[in-house]
Structure formats: structure tokens, C-alpha cells
């Protein structure tokens, strides 16, 4: 049998001599390499990706018919957003936290507060809203005016033309039918002393404008009534041009702070009522 040879043999042996085998360890070969995948880069849409669904809504509103002849439409409306429903989308779509999105839209109304300190405006601010300072107020003198308040100062904040018809493309329409009832309808309430809209001057003028307003003011079931917080409505009792179309009455100099205000009309043998979406304020 052969005598393997290795390293720590006796001095005298040889590689040569008979017999003998050479036994030293081989290392393992290293595991061969992996072989890379070849890449292959998706291939970009040749078409017009479609929209997430959450762009696409149901505009859902009534025909209704107007006291002058024709018809008009009232958007039916739905759910009111909250500002947690609202927080959430934001965050969602653009990854940041609640808290977050919380922080930044405050801060983002704020400064436009703050540039309409100096009656700083914009037409277009990020393609979306454009904002302006309004004023108004009453007085029977020129200097009559010493703070904020008598002046009515406020800002008026609304969407861009192209924001608008940007938003109209995007809707589907459905009709929930013909309003069978017909009721009286308040589209705007505007101060006549200021002309601004949704505000009011206590003793003073606002005109109302929508349809079927014309209404029987000797009736107490009929009328203008306003309503501050939880206390009672108070009917008003002065009365200017009643009309299908307009109508002008008397806020009582008694009231203060935001007030709901409803009508009330007798039509067809019934009296139908119809409450302003807006509260109004001084």
C-alpha cells in the first residue's frame, strides 16, 4: 500500500520514492458567482392613464320650475365633509401626517389673512383660489368709520375661473327628477347698505334673490325669520319690494352675531318654507 507523504513527514523522504502518494488537503473551489438577471425596463403606457375614481363624481341636482316661466336646477345635496374626512384625503394623497396637513392648511389661510392686512390680493394663487379684502359698512358721515368693524372689513376667497372649469369637467350629471313640490328658493342674501353678500347691518336692509319669494307679509305664518345660535326665530315685520324674483325686509336692530334665516310662502294651499344654506353676519 502507499505511504502518503505530507508536510510533517520524516526528514529523507522524497517526492520521488516509490511508494509513496502526496496527500496535502486541496482547498474547496470558491461557489461560483450568481449570474446576474438581465434587465428589462417596463415599457411606458402610449395612452392616457384614467383618472382615479375619487376624480370622478355624480353632480345630482332637481329641475324645478321658476315663478317667472321655465325651469331652473337645485343641487341636491349630500353629506357634509368634515374636517377629519377632509385632513385624512389630504394626507393620503400626499403623504404627509394629519397633523401635518392640519398645520400647514391653518398656515396657509393665515397668511392670506396677513397679506390682507395691507390689502394685499391675488387673482391666482397655485391655479386653484384667488382672494381680495372687501369693505363696506354705513354711516351718515364721511369720518363716521373708526374701527375694523365699521367698516365691514372682510376677505373675499373663491375659486379661479380655470379651477372651475377644471373641476365641471371632471363631473358626471344626474337629474333626481322634477321637484314635484314647488318651493320658495334663497340663491343670495346681500347687505344694502354694503352690498356685500351673506352680511347684515342690525335696523338695516338686506335683499333676498331666488324664486318664488313673493309672499303675504300681513300673513305671521308667512314671512322672513331669523335665527341666532338656539335661541327662538324672530319674525321679521318690515317688509320693502316683495317680488317672485327679489325681496327686501328689515333685519331687527336686536339681533346680533350669525343668523340663519328661512322663508315663508304660501303656495298652492300650503305654506312651504325654505331655509338659507349661509348663516349671515354683521
Same mark, same amino acid.
Given at each position: 500500500?502507499?505511504?502518503?507523504?505530507?508536510?510533517?513527514?520524516?526528514?529523507?523522504?522524497?517526492?520521488?520514492?516509490?511508494?509513496?502518494?502526496?496527500?496535502?488537503?486541496?482547498?474547496?473551489?470558491?461557489?461560483?458567482?450568481?449570474?446576474?438577471?438581465?434587465?428589462?425596463?417596463?415599457?411606458?403606457?402610449?395612452?392616457?392613464?384614467?383618472?382615479?375614481?375619487?376624480?370622478?363624481?355624480?353632480?345630482?341636482?332637481?329641475?324645478?320650475?321658476?315663478?317667472?316661466?321655465?325651469?331652473?336646477?337645485?343641487?341636491?345635496?349630500?353629506?357634509?365633509?368634515?374636517?377629519?374626512?377632509?385632513?385624512?384625503?389630504?394626507?393620503?394623497?400626499?403623504?404627509?401626517?394629519?397633523?401635518?396637513?392640519?398645520?400647514? +392648511?391653518?398656515?396657509?389661510?393665515?397668511?392670506?389673512?396677513?397679506?390682507?392686512?395691507?390689502?394685499?390680493?391675488?387673482?391666482?394663487?397655485?391655479?386653484?383660489?384667488?382672494?381680495?379684502?372687501?369693505?363696506?359698512?354705513?354711516?351718515?358721515?364721511?369720518?363716521?368709520?373708526?374701527?375694523?368693524?365699521?367698516?365691514?372689513?372682510?376677505?373675499?376667497?373663491?375659486?379661479?375661473?380655470?379651477?372651475?372649469?377644471?373641476?365641471?369637467?371632471?363631473?358626471?350629471?344626474?337629474?333626481?327628477?322634477?321637484?314635484?313640490?314647488?318651493?320658495?328658493?334663497?340663491?343670495?342674501?346681500?347687505?344694502?347698505?354694503?352690498?356685500?353678500?351673506?352680511?347684515?347691518?342690525?335696523?338695516?336692509?338686506?335683499?333676498?334673490?331666488?324664486?318664488?319669494?313673493?309672499?303675504?307679509?300681513?300673513?305671521?305664518?308667512?314671512?322672513?325669520?331669523?335665527?341666532?345660535?338656539?335661541?327662538?326665530?324672530?319674525?321679521?315685520?318690515?317688509?320693502?319690494?316683495?317680488?317672485?324674483?327679489?325681496?327686501?325686509?328689515? +333685519?331687527?336692530?336686536?339681533?346680533?352675531?350669525?343668523?340663519?334665516?328661512?322663508?315663508?310662502?304660501?303656495?298652492?294651499?300650503?305654506?312651504?318654507?325654505?331655509?338659507?344654506?349661509?348663516?349671515?353676519?354683521?
Amino acid at each position: 500500500m502507499p505511504t502518503p507523504l505530507t508536510w510533517d513527514s520524516p526528514a529523507g523522504l522524497t517526492y520521488d520514492m516509490p511508494g509513496l502518494t502526496w496527500d496535502m488537503q486541496q482547498p474547496d473551489p470558491p461557489p461560483p458567482k450568481p449570474k446576474k438577471k438581465p434587465f428589462h425596463r417596463s415599457p411606458k403606457p402610449n395612452h392616457t392613464p384614467t383618472p382615479p375614481p375619487d376624480l370622478m363624481s355624480t353632480f345630482q341636482y332637481n329641475p324645478a320650475p321658476k315663478s317667472t316661466g321655465g325651469f331652473t336646477t337645485r343641487a341636491a345635496l349630500g353629506d357634509a365633509v368634515t374636517q377629519d374626512f377632509l385632513t385624512g384625503e389630504v394626507a393620503t394623497a400626499t403623504g404627509l401626517t394629519p397633523v401635518q396637513v392640519e398645520s400647514a +392648511v391653518k398656515t396657509f389661510f393665515q397668511k392670506i389673512l396677513a397679506c390682507s392686512n395691507g390689502c394685499g390680493w391675488s387673482n391666482n394663487l397655485y391655479d386653484i383660489v384667488r382672494f381680495r379684502p372687501t369693505s363696506g359698512g354705513s354711516s351718515p358721515q364721511p369720518d363716521g368709520f373708526h374701527n375694523a368693524e365699521d367698516i365691514n372689513a372682510d376677505v373675499a376667497l373663491s375659486f379661479t375661473k380655470e379651477a372651475i372649469d377644471a373641476w365641471r369637467a371632471t363631473l358626471t350629471l344626474e337629474s333626481l327628477g322634477e321637484v314635484g313640490k314647488v318651493t320658495p328658493l334663497i340663491d343670495t342674501i346681500l347687505n344694502q347698505d354694503t352690498g356685500t353678500a351673506d352680511t347684515y347691518t342690525p335696523g338695516s336692509l338686506i335683499q333676498l334673490r331666488g324664486d318664488h319669494l313673493k309672499l303675504n307679509k300681513g300673513d305671521v305664518t308667512q314671512g322672513v325669520f331669523f335665527k341666532a345660535g338656539a335661541a327662538a326665530e324672530v319674525r321679521a315685520t318690515v317688509y320693502g319690494d316683495i317680488e317672485p324674483t327679489t325681496l327686501t325686509v328689515l +333685519v331687527p336692530a336686536n339681533l346680533s352675531g350669525p343668523l340663519m334665516v328661512r322663508i315663508a310662502v304660501h303656495i298652492n294651499g300650503s305654506v312651504r318654507s325654505f331655509t338659507y344654506t349661509n348663516p349671515i353676519t354683521q
